[in-house]
């Protein structure tokens, strides 16, 4: 004789239909904030243009300060003194606080302690990313 045993289903014993809500819920939401969202943009608005407007993601341009051999500062072509330079990084850096870059060229003669002093300019002004370069 075969014994039988009862064993509780644990499929048996779940519902699922607060699930089956909660989905359909959800669903509703969706539907709905998604309708609102086209009923934003589907007014016919005469919208003036900006010929001046500068995209909001604009990569900052980097500066590059050249070293003569007289140790000489020249930003944009022109001489500039020490105090010019560091205005000149501290408003760069007030404007791209995390993603200004420095670079620094000096001529082969120049004493290396004009390079650190560009080096600790950008360093005082909280730029970061600030390299020397060679000719390649």
């Known amino acids: 004789?075969?014994?039988?045993?009862?064993?509780?289903?644990?499929?048996?014993?779940?519902?699922i239909t607060p699930l089956i809500d909660v989905v359909f819920l959800l669903l509703i939401f969706f539907l709905v904030a998604t309708r609102f969202s086209e009923e934003e943009r589907q007014l016919e608005l005469d919208l003036p243009e900006a010929t001046e407007a500068l995209p909001a993601a604009i990569q900052p341009n980097e500066i590059?300060?050249?070293i003569d051999a007289q140790?000489?500062?020249y930003i944009e072509g022109q001489f500039r003194q020490l105090e010019q330079v560091e205005q000149i990084l501290r408003r760069?850096?007030?404007?791209?606080?995390?993603?200004?870059?420095?670079v620094i060229r000096a001529d082969k003669a120049a004493d290396w302690?004009?390079?650190?002093?560009?080096?600790?300019?950008?360093?005082k002004v909280g730029i970061q990313e600030y390299t020397a370069t060679t000719d390649d």
Do not use: D, E
């Open 1 to 15: 004789m075969a014994v039988k045993l009862n064993r509780p289903s644990a499929i048996g014993a779940l519902s």
């Open 64 to 66: 590059v300060i050249n």
């Open 71 to 73: 140790g000489q500062y």
């Open 92 to 102: 760069a850096q007030t404007n791209n606080p995390l993603s200004q870059t420095v």
């Open 113 to 123: 302690n004009f390079v650190l002093t560009a080096f600790n300019l950008c360093k």
